[in-house]
DNA sequence: CAGCATCCTGCGTGATACTG
DNA sequence: CAGTATCACGCAGGATGCTG
């Protein structure tokens, strides 16, 4: 819809924002694999660390999320198609211009909700 | 209570942000009330605008983001204690200070992603 | 190692009805 | 007008076990 000027804007990119990192890890796996490549199970050990201590993150979650991101764009997925395998994921260069956002994100969250009145 | 406190610079804040944005309104409602204090129904009212006219947003949803949102401190409740009930919701400080994020979130989705899935 | 298959549970969300 | 109460449901997300 090509929206005019409305007094009140239109939530479609929020909403759309919200559907795409709609998951517990989605955003924090795009923040990992800023720095580069990471394989499966870096992705999950990584994902342990913030976590207080709580369940690990089940394959079936994680695998979810993984191909919700690469379904969205946010995300590539490269086999090696060797054995053992190895399975490495990369940001896109939508990825990547989505790392700032997160960024403020987390500056914003780092001043304002250290923790959320997390339990 | 909280628990231990890992300073890992980890996705924390991205974790206390997901869960403080967690709910289909709240974003769209902090960035509604930018521009000034609304109603309880103009809030309603202004979220059934943006959506993909899809049903109503039901009283009891409303009610719990925006105490929600008042609960994690980024909304401020007024009620006017009249007849007939008038209640405006403003942005607190907190609140306001977020909308910049918001904007960054809008402004990245309104580029790379106006398909919000849905027709 | 990087997944997939199956079962199960909680909660977020919607629908409907009622009230001060 | 601004909510609350109750019912119902889909789905995210965890547990466990298996595979190539």
Not at 1 to 8: P, R
């Amino acid at each position: 819809m090509t929206s005019a000027k409305s007094k009140l804007s239109c939530g479609c990119p929020v909403a759309a924002f919200q559907k795409m990192i709609s998951g517990k890890y989605k955003l924090r796996i795009v923040w990992d694999l800023k720095d580069g490549a990471l394989r499966y199970g870096e992705i999950r050990s990584g994902l342990l660390r913030g976590s207080d201590g709580s369940a690990e993150i089940t394959p079936r979650v994680l695998s979810r999320e993984l191909k919700a991101l690469t379904r969205t764009g946010l995300i590539d997925r490269k086999d090696f198609g060797i054995v053992p395998p190895k399975v490495e994921y990369r940001l896109t260069a939508k990825g990547q211009s989505f790392v700032p956002v997160i960024d403020a994100i987390r500056k914003w969250g780092t001043r304002h909700l250290r923790e959320t009145g997390e339990a």
